[in-house]
């Protein structure tokens, strides 16, 4: 530490004694300017001479045992004075790298100490100004920069010749930032290089020539420089985009100081944050206001919240829309008047009367149960009558009573009490009486006409049930033949269900018994009938049977240990491959064993009376079905995916990852998120991303107009999305203000993408805050939410999902809302790959009526232990106290800005054992010496940061997992503060921040770094993304072919010309989907069945015994004095019903120019003609076809 004037230069402390020298003498006339110029006096002749030998015009001094530091910048005006230029840099000096960006215009310049010599002559300067910096060494003919880096002082462009100083030998204690600075120098040199090179070969460059080719490049050029080879080497990758990002404000200085038409170059459109528009912005032309658009559905749906001031209905006037729109709901099975006013205001029935006999498939009301008469938890239902769907009639000596499912209101539902706009629906249940009291017929009070899957909302007395609410799950699902019969009695065979599931040489996850309580990968070998159990081989983790190296968690080792394990310890399927020398490893099975994939590294064999391991050599050791590449395209097409609020992409490249769908479509308003996406896109040119309003998006596609960047109705299969989370966050304090309010609403944005475009699926996600009461009348805004996707007809579950459980080093929590169009196979839980920390709690998104909780978190055994922070991140360099912000080999790996030297101090002092400690107990421990400036530092702060508890200046614990990354990083905040590193003086890094997140190492982050870490903390954490992919692709694959046909037979009302694409050569290309040749212009009846018809509810009967009957939906049907049927003998006769329609129907045209009609599957059992007819759009009525032609083959109502 040394004096400087009134100033302490804590950076510079091993500078020796400098002359006394105030502030004003530094570059003005004084002490400092009188003795630095008497030096380059005495100097330049000498100087002057030698570059005139060796026939250079400039004049050129050698800076040696230098050190470029600045004043760190903080304004402190005192009283009554005019504050000048040392006012505002009261911070003390910090060493800088020279590739620093200089600082704003007004800012003290950057200084340096160092010798300066010229042949004998040396002097030692200090606190010199300079700046121009000058790098040489350009041009392929040169294999670095070397040493050609000079600086001029400030004093040196007043004089004749201008000298330069050559940069030489740093100081020890600069060393560290000098050779960041010279390899990002190199980089510059061979940015400049080859985007000169590129100009001369008239080829634009683009971003994406960094991903390989620029490395080529470098090998083609300077294949032979060893000095080169050690520049690429301390790098360590082939893909330079991350460094280019990272370090882009020097390169465009080093490319435009060099040659001013380097700046034409398209990559500055794509990555200089000062001029991204490689993404054009979209002005808001049909939503110019700031209200959220949402559809009439949505507006009814949401009209009592809090935030429903912000919202503006948009109805769909074009013909062609409506058209469209129509057509989607009808092929894929959505009732048909969500929107008529009679459905939406249909009082709720009235009751009828009890018959004078009770039958099977009568639904009956019962009174509610109440804590007087019956012990019950359904103490929040307002009803008082209780809907029953009547199985079976039973008699004992009392009399008949009644075997039951329950059916329920929306409000007894995760729905609760939030606005429903349909009060005649009902939801059929998988909660039965079984096991429960029995009722009696005397305690039937009513009974209730109810419609099964009508096509359109009745508006009659009559109530209708279209889903089945699952009471575990608390998930809606379309109601099927199956949910008219009990299950409870039913018995299931795990090893006759093994046999069905898996054959031998499949690879599986089973607990196998040990006491480390998880899941272990086995090889099935046989099935053994005689003991019900299966032979398995067994497959060690190469990290327990090799402790001397460091493993993935993923390795396996093969043995030839079999083992016999029951049928209930296998859990699901894996996927496991052999990792052999030279052989191809798909890059998912490198993720440390996220989704379930595993490789094989090692073989554990026996020679003599010892097991030995070995690495695997090219032989398969034994039979075992191999694990796919999930990358590789499945058999059926992937859905088209549209993205909403899409940020850096993280969400969508997960979903991807799974195989199933491929972003064609993403909506951004943020710029540097928007260009980070496209960045990261494998093909920009496949995706289109609309880099602006949500709002003005949805609100161009309901006007009718579909462009290259607005997709129609029909072309989207799948949305994704997150809407903003600042207007549910707990972190925020006024829910009510604007701003809160129309985040808020937003989430009522994307309910209305998803009644618009009716997708098969759709994935929604958002803080788990969320569920908790919001807005003056302390609503839910989940369950509002639910309302109105399951108003539309949609099956609806929620995964509370964390997201060390599927593999990244994070504790961050997140609820999922999964949607399936109707009949379609939902989505399943994503599995769990990764265990629980120790003392993690039970979590939930909510309760229902009944008291149960429901988003539960998911407890279920894992193969894997979750992922600490030190293990994510032990393979990045130690950075000290980073205050270099730069890393070679992790370009990333910076801190989010550089520390002032007092808040670096109290990093060091902070202990590392025991781990998370914060400043707090460091100083109330009275174990350290603390300095009084950090005193009144502490005693400076609110009450909250100098809590016990407070997070403010906390490590983060190694061993545990990184808190939530937040959008910025504040390392002094009380509640937010747990950001230092757990062993080094320092914060948080970004490259770590990527890493919790599960951003891959090589994906570009474009903007500046407090963008940066904006992109990485708004992200869906990429494990999490991943497992939900997987989920999606074991639905879509799931789903039964003819469904599948339906799906894809669906086209829009208004076709779309061709998309074209020009190549650089100059060829154009028609997209392989897109049909050359004119659709037909016949229009196709659509023949559809309720997908509830129930095989039960038919007797047997002859051809000739049936002439004619009256057909109806508006009730399952009466038996009388019969048990109902069960629905598993007929399961075959409808699997063939679907099969011989679709086969009908794939032989029809699907598309017509005028927005026509589209052609889906008849329910039934005999072959359906279905002919086309004159007019733009005719649909066969459902409830007529029902009435007069409907007859399952070999069954009759009674």
């Known amino acids: 530490m040394f004096k400087f004037g009134n100033m302490l230069y804590g950076e510079v402390a091993a500078m020796t004694k400098v002359a006394d020298l105030a502030p004003r003498d530094i570059g003005g006339p004084g002490v400092q300017t009188v003795g ?36 760190e910048r903080k304004t402190a005006i005192a009283k009554n004075r005019t504050p000048n230029l040392w006012d505002r840099f009261v911070g003390g000096l910090e060493m800088m790298p020279l590739h620093t960006p200089r600082a704003s215009k007004g800012a003290y310049p950057f200084l340096f100490d160092g010798v300066l010599s010229c042949g004998s002559l040396s002097y030692y300067v200090q606190a010199v100004p300079f700046g121009p910096l000058s790098i040489g060494g350009y041009g392929t003919e040169f294999h670095s920069v070397g040493d050609e880096v000079w600086i001029q002082s400030q004093y040196c462009t007043r004089l004749t010749g201008r000298p330069f100083y050559r940069i030489r030998q740093p ?17 510059g040199k061979h940015f400049v290089d080859y985007l000169q090179d590129s100009i001369d070969s008239q080829v634009n460059v683009h971003f994406s020539h960094f991903q390989l080719q620029f490395h080529d490049w470098i090998t083609q050029c300077h294949g032979q420089s060893a000095q080169v080879q050690r520049w690429l080497g301390a790098f360590g990758q082939k893909d330079f985009r991350v460094a280019v990002a ?75 829309v409506k058209a469209a729109w129509r057509a989607r709901k009808k092929a894929l099975g959505f009732m048909t008047n969500e929107y008529s006013k009679s459905g939406q205001q249909t009082p709720e029935p009235a009751l009828n009367a009890v018959p004078e006999s009770i039958s099977p498939g009568d639904v009956v009301g019962i009174r509610r149960d109440n804590k007087e008469t019956h012990d019950t ?221 595993f490789k094989i590294t090692h073989r554990l064999s026996r020679k003599k009376e010892e097991e030995v ?296 002092l902070i202990p590392t054992d025991p781990p998370g400690m914060n400043l707090v107990r460091t100083i109330k421990s009275n174990r350290y010496q603390v300095s009084k400036p950090i005193m009144e530092y502490y005693k400076r702060q609110s009450k909250v940061r100098r809590l016990d508890a407070s997070n403010s200046m906390c490590r983060i614990d190694g061993n545990k997992l990184f808190p939530t990354v937040v959008t910025k ?31 891959l190492d090589h994906e570009p982050l474009i903007g500046l770094v407090s963008s940066q870490w904006k992109i990485v903390g708004n992200s869906v954490a990429r494990s999490v993304s991943l497992a939900l992919g997987m989920s999606l692709r074991r639905a879509w694959l799931g789903t039964p072919d003819h469904l599948y046909r339906r799906v894809r037979a669906t086209c829009s009302g208004t076709p779309r010309q061709p998309e074209i694409s020009m190549e650089q050569g100059g060829t154009i290309d028609r997209h392989p989907e897109v049909s050359s040749g004119n659709a037909s212009r016949q229009p196709l009846v659509l023949v559809t069945a309720p997908p509830a018809f129930n095989p039960a509810d038919y007797k047997a009967y002859d051809d000739h015994e049936v002439d004619s009957e009256d057909w109806t939906d508006a009730g399952i049907g009466s038996l009388e004095n019969q048990p109902l049927a069960a629905v598993s003998e007929h399961a075959n006769e409808w699997t063939e019903v679907d099969d011989i329609i679709a086969d009908v129907l794939d032989s029809l045209p699907v598309d017509d120019d005028d927005g026509g009609a589209l052609a889906a599957e008849a329910l039934t059992q005999e072959e359906v003609a279905i002919e086309a007819v004159d007019g733009p759009e005719v649909f066969y009525d459902v409830q007529e076809y029902m009435e007069k032609e409907w007859r399952p083959a070999k069954f009759a109502r009674r």
């Open 377 to 597: 938890s359904w103490g929040r239902t307002t009803s008082e009558t209780w809907f029953a769907y009547v199985r079976e009639i039973h008699e004992d000596k009392r009399g008949k009573f009644l075997t039951v499912t329950w059916l329920y209101r929306p409000e007894d539902t995760t729905l609760s009490n939030m606005h429903y706009p349909f009060r005649n629906e009902l939801f059929m249940s998988d909660h039965c009486n079984c096991g429960e009291r029995t009722f009696r017929v005397e305690e039937v009070i009513c009974t209730i006409a109810v419609n099964w899957y009508p096509h359109q909302i009745p508006a009659s007395d009559n109530y209708f049930v279209r889903q089945k609410y699952c009471t575990k799950e608390h998930a809606f699902v379309t109601i099927t033949p199956k949910d008219f019969a009990c299950t409870c009695h039913q018995k299931t065979n795990a090893y006759e269900q093994a046999t069905k599931m898996y054959k031998i040489q499949d690879t599986v996850l089973a607990e196998s018994g040990t006491q480390s309580h998880r899941l272990d990968p086995f090889v099935i070998v046989d099935f053994l009938q005689k003991t019900q159990q299966v032979q398995v081989r067994q497959l060690l983790r190469t990290q327990e049977a090799d402790d001397s190296r460091s493993y993935a968690p993923n390795d396996l080792v093969w043995t030839d240990r079999l083992l016999q394990i029951p049928a209930t310890s296998i859990k699901r399927k894996c996927h496991i491959r052999f990792d052999r020398p030279g052989g191809h490893i798909p890059s998912l099975y490198l993720r440390g064993g996220q989704i379930d994939l």
């Open 613 to 908: 391991l070995s690495r695997l050599v090219e032989s398969v050791p034994g039979p075992m079905v191999e694990g796919h590449d999930i990358a590789v395209q499945p058999q059926r097409r992937p859905m088209n995916l549209l993205s909403l609020f899409s940020g850096g992409g993280n969400f969508d490249r997960g979903l991807e990852e799974g195989g199933c769908v491929r972003t064609k479509w993403a909506v951004e308003w943020n710029s540097f998120a928007a260009h980070t996406y496209r960045a990261n896109c494998k093909d920009p040119n496949r995706t289109e991303i609309f880099l602006g309003s949500v709002d003005e998006f949805l609100a161009r596609a309901i006007a009718g107009k579909p462009s290259r960047l607005i997709p129609k109705i029909g072309e989207v299969d799948c949305i994704c999305g997150g809407s903003p989370c600042q207007g549910f966050s707990m972190m925020q304090p006024n829910t009510i203000s604007t701003q809160s309010l129309t985040n808020a609403s937003k989430v009522a944005s994307v309910a209305a993408y998803i009644d618009h475009y009716r997708p098969s699926y759709a994935l929604l996600e958002n803080v788990v805050a969320m569920t908790r009461p919001l807005g003056p009348e302390k609503e839910n805004v989940f369950s509002q939410l639910l309302c109105a996707l399951v108003a539309m007809g949609y099956q609806v579950q929620q995964f509370n999902l964390d997201a060390w459980s599927f593999g990244d080093p994070q504790s961050r929590s997140r609820l999922f809302i999964a949607i399936t169009a109707p009949g379609l196979v939902p989505m399943p839980h994503p599995y769990l790959t990764h265990s629980h920390p120790p003392d993690t709690r039970q979590r939930k998104l909510g309760k229902a009526v009944n008291g149960q909780s429901f988003g539960e978190r998911s407890f279920d055994i894992a193969p894997l232990g979750f992922v600490t922070a030190k293990e994510a991140t032990k393979d990045l360099p130690d950075l000290g106290d980073g205050h270099v912000l730069a890393c070679t080999t992790y370009p990333d790996h910076r801190q989010h800005t550089r520390q002032r030297a007092l808040l670096r101090s109290i990093m060091k």
């Open 36 to 71: 630095y110029e008497g030096i380059l006096t005495e100097m330049k002749p000498k100087a002057a001479q030698k570059d005139q030998e060796r026939g250079d015009e400039s004049i050129e001094f050698e800076l040696s045992e230098f050190c470029i530091y600045a004043a």
């Open 246 to 320: 990272a370090h882009v404000e020097h390169l465009w200085t080093e490319a435009t100081d060099m040659n001013d038409k380097l700046r034409r170059h398209f990559i500055w459109k794509e990555i200089d944050p000062k001029a991204l528009k490689a993404i054009p912005a979209q002005i808001s032309v049909s939503s110019p206001s700031d209200m959220t658009i949402v559809t009439p559905l949505v507006f009814e749906t949401f009209k009592k919240s809090y935030f429903s001031s912000r919202l503006e209905a948009r109805v769909a006037v074009d013909p062609m």
């Open 171 to 187: 100081r020890s204690e600069y060393l560290r930032y000098h050779e960041a600075f010279l390899w990002i120098a190199d980089l």
């Open 969 to 999: 990083l504040a390392p002094e905040d009380g509640i937010a503060g747990r950001a230092l590193h757990w062993s080094q003086p320092r914060t948080q890094t970004l490259m770590e921040a990527r890493r919790a997140q599960g951003f």
